[in-house]
């Protein structure tokens, strides 16, 4: 069954006979387009995807076949808006995704009813395809490029933004794309910081540096995260370092179809709270990637998801002491019937580097 055949389905059951897309990853994973300004309309006789002027061309080489294109000089949603005019059926929209302005729009300009849904789309995005999981293999192994060639170059002297920086320029050149997301670099007691900006702080002997970044490969991210030590490793830093790369391989043993997010969680979870560091990992295991360098499911205490194969997500436990320093160390995972498969191949061991 195709992407909209898929969603078809569910509208059925949710007894909707219009569903409005607006969330342009959603756009994407449905049509193939990949501009960032478009909106689509789905309906049981077909499905629709409204753009302006600037993507003409770009649409009609992109968008799958079976979907009308529409070109409007207005913007996508004032198009969609004209073509429900008379409509009288139950129109679905992207709670998530629509800003209540548009959605004052719609309720003054239409007879029909809006019913809001959450996730309909977001849930098919869930579990990957061959040609995803491939972009995201693909998106993964140039990360590993990437750590492979600036984990080389760290010595003391150079500054958290030198670094940052370099690793952007490498992901650049070798996908064409901008990075997955802001890099993070961050350095000696900075590391504390699980999602740390940058900054201009000048690395020195005995610092963690903590490095968490991606690729995108034909729109799909990766999202990888390795520690290193510039010189030697103090005690405490390969205590908490082997803490952390346990609980990484720990939870990573038990990724498998059937269970659920939150059982993976509590694997990290329940190891580095028996090590007593269980204050100091506040957030969530891992998430789902794909469009989104965050989506559906998580590795998290809430998340009850059930496994499935397809689904990729990523296995991201830390240890974050402030006024001392971080440890991460996040791969990349695919479920699979029975276990799963690790996309991430950087060194995991601790790397003393640039002395
Ligand atoms: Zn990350
Ligand atoms: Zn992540």
């Excluded at 729109?219 to 609980?247: F, H, M, N, P, W």
């Excluded at 397809?310 to 002491?321: D, H």
Aim: hydrophobic letters at 40%.
């Amino acid at each position: 069954m195709s992407r909209l055949d898929n969603l078809y389905e569910d509208l059925k059951t949710r007894q909707i006979d219009r569903f409005l897309v607006s969330n342009i990853s959603n756009v994407r994973y449905l049509s193939g387009f990949s501009g960032s300004t478009a909106a689509m309309l789905v309906g049981t006789d077909g499905a629709t995807l409204v753009t302006d002027f600037r993507y003409r061309e770009q649409a009609e080489g992109e968008v799958y076949r079976g979907i009308k294109v529409e070109i409007d000089t207005r913007d996508a949603l004032t198009a969609i808006i004209d073509m429900l005019t008379d409509f009288e059926g139950k129109i679905g929209f992207e709670s998530a995704s629509l800003t209540y302005a548009v959605f004052e729009k719609l309720q003054n300009s239409l007879k029909a009813s809006l019913v809001p849904v959450e996730a309909a789309v977001e849930l098919l995005r869930q579990v990957k395809d061959e040609s995803e999981l491939a972009s995201i293999a693909r998106a993964v192994d140039i990360s590993d490029e990437v750590f492979a060639e600036v984990v080389g170059e760290i010595k003391p002297g150079l500054t958290e933004v030198d670094i940052a920086a370099r690793i952007d320029f490498l992901l650049r050149k070798k996908s064409s794309q901008i990075p997955a997301f802001e890099t993070i670099v961050a350095s000696g007691e900075h590391s504390s910081l699980p999602h740390a900006k940058p900054t201009t702080r000048v690395i020195r002997e005995g610092d963690l540096v903590k490095m968490d970044f991606g690729a995108i490969w034909d729109g799909y991210c990766a999202d990888i995260t390795r520690t290193v030590v510039v010189g030697k490793a103090s005690q405490r830093v390969r205590e908490i370092y082997d803490i952390v790369l346990a609980a990484n391989e720990k939870a990573i043993s038990g990724v498998r179809a059937g269970v659920k997010g939150s059982d993976v969680d509590a694997i990290a979870r329940g190891y580095i709270t028996e090590k007593g560091f269980g204050e100091e990992f506040g957030h969530g295991l891992g998430h789902g990637v794909g469009l989104e360098i965050h989506e559906g499911p998580r590795f998290s205490r809430k998340d009850d998801t059930l496994l499935r194969p397809g689904m990729v997500a990523t296995v991201e436990p830390g240890i974050y002491v402030p006024g001392w320093g971080g440890v991460r160390i996040e791969d990349i995972v695919v479920v699979e019937d029975g276990g799963c498969k690790v996309l991430t191949s950087s060194e995991k061991a601790l790397m003393e580097v640039g002395m």
